[in-house]
């Protein structure tokens, strides 16, 4: 286990919701530190259609959905968040102090006074390939995110897919693996066509192999990796190999968030529309992941909630202490909070 981070606020999941709630709770002076799973913020909007324009954002009559983050990330700079990114928080528990103490899929301890589950659809979770037999070698020679390219340091390594992810890591990788072969079953990538001619250059040099087809069986034993049987338009090839990384997209599932003693209706989190809270004191949810009567899953929706759940969370945070309704417009106070006024 390392040192526990400590924060005020430790909000799970950095989608758009997350993001604003830092603005929210820094107004009135709560530190927040983000966790997800994601290698960067924007949540859905990032990883499911940056490029796509959002039109009912209040005063954006058209804005790209990474546009929205980048925005938002320049909004709450103020407030000095810190960022923990490719983690799922897996365990959160109460204290006697009345904090929470949550830990992370590395084993990264967090203690908080407030949690603010922020996490939508649930944990974005790699897609399982349909290679039979392929769970013995998860975690031990299988892996579906890359978390640190030194673990793949002289490596036969296979990575197979079509899109991005699996291009990228093919080009980084060759740098330190002994060998890389990509398999995907067809010549055609759904990936940056950059990234695909910069592969074939490398396949034409012979610093790396691409093999049409899909992988069908494995072969190692205790889950060490030993080959992999890759079947092409010519029959079967065995291609040695002690990694192997399926990018097969991802999908999203309720996950870690199930086992954390809240109530739920049906995978959402019931909260009450007055703070957002949840089941649990000090445990709010807002954005897509929330239920009550009449919820939309919209980002303005989950924009209103993160005000309203603030100020509760600022009267856990700082008992008896008088909250005061400001607008930015007018307020010295919140500008210099802002850095907009000496
Ligand atoms: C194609 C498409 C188009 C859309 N268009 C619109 C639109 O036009 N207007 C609109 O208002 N809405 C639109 N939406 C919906 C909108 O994207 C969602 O309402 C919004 O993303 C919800 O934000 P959120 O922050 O609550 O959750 P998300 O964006 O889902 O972010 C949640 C984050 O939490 C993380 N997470 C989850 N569990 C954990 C865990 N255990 N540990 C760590 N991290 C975790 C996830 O990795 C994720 O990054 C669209 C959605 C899609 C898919």
């Known amino acids: 286990m390392t040192d526990t981070i400590k924060t005020d606020v430790l909000i799970v999941g950095a989608g758009p919701v997350g993001l604003f709630a830092v603005f929210e709770l820094g107004l009135f002076d709560m530190k927040c530190h983000l966790i997800d799973i994601l290698d960067r913020p924007g949540g859905q909007c990032a990883e499911l259609y940056p490029e796509k324009p959002i039109y009912d954002i209040p005063g954006w009559p058209s804005i790209s959905a990474q546009g929205l983050v980048d925005k938002l990330l ?3 700079a103020p407030f000095k968040p810190e960022f923990t990114y490719n983690r799922m928080v897996s365990s959160l528990e109460k204290l006697d102090d009345g904090g929470f103490r949550v830990i992370t899929d590395e084993n990264e301890v967090f203690e908080a006074k407030v949690v603010v589950i922020a996490a939508g659809g649930g944990s974005f979770q790699p897609k399982r390939p349909p290679i039979p037999g392929i769970e013995a070698y998860e975690g031990k020679s299988v892996f579906y995110s890359v978390r640190r390219m030194e673990d793949f340091r002289g490596h036969d390594i296979v990575i197979v ?3 991005d992810s699996a291009l990228d890591w093919t080009l980084n990788l ?3 693996a002994k060998s890389v072969t990509l398999v995907h079953r067809r010549p055609e990538f759904r ?3 950059d990234s695909v001619n910069k592969m074939y250059a490398m396949q034409e040099r012979k610093e790396l192999a691409f093999q049409v087809g899909q992988v069908t069986g494995l072969t190692g034993a205790d889950g060490l990796l030993s080959s992999a049987t890759i079947k ?3 029959g079967d090839v065995e291609v040695a190999c002690t990694r192997m990384l399926p990018f097969f997209g991802l999908t999203m599932k309720l996950g870690p ?3 954390w003693g809240l109530n739920l209706h049906e995978n959402l989190i019931p909260v009450d529309t007055e703070k957002f809270q949840t089941s649990v004191p000090g445990i ?3 954005g897509d992941i929330n239920w009550y009567p009449g919820k939309l899953k919209l980002i303005l929706s989950g924009f209103h909630e993160v005000a309203l759940m603030a100020q509760a969370a600022k009267r856990i945070i700082s008992p008896g202490e008088r ?5 930015t417009t007018s307020s010295t106070s919140l500008q210099k909070k802002l850095g907009v006024h000496d």
């Open 323 to 327: 909250i005061v309704f400001q607008y």
């Open 191 to 193: 990936a940056a066509p």
């Open 174 to 176: 060759q740098q330190v």
């Open 74 to 76: 320049e909004q709450i």
């Open 161 to 163: 897919g079509g899109g």
């Open 257 to 259: 968030i199930a086992d």
């Open 284 to 286: 709010f949810a807002v």
């Open 232 to 234: 092409g338009p010519d």
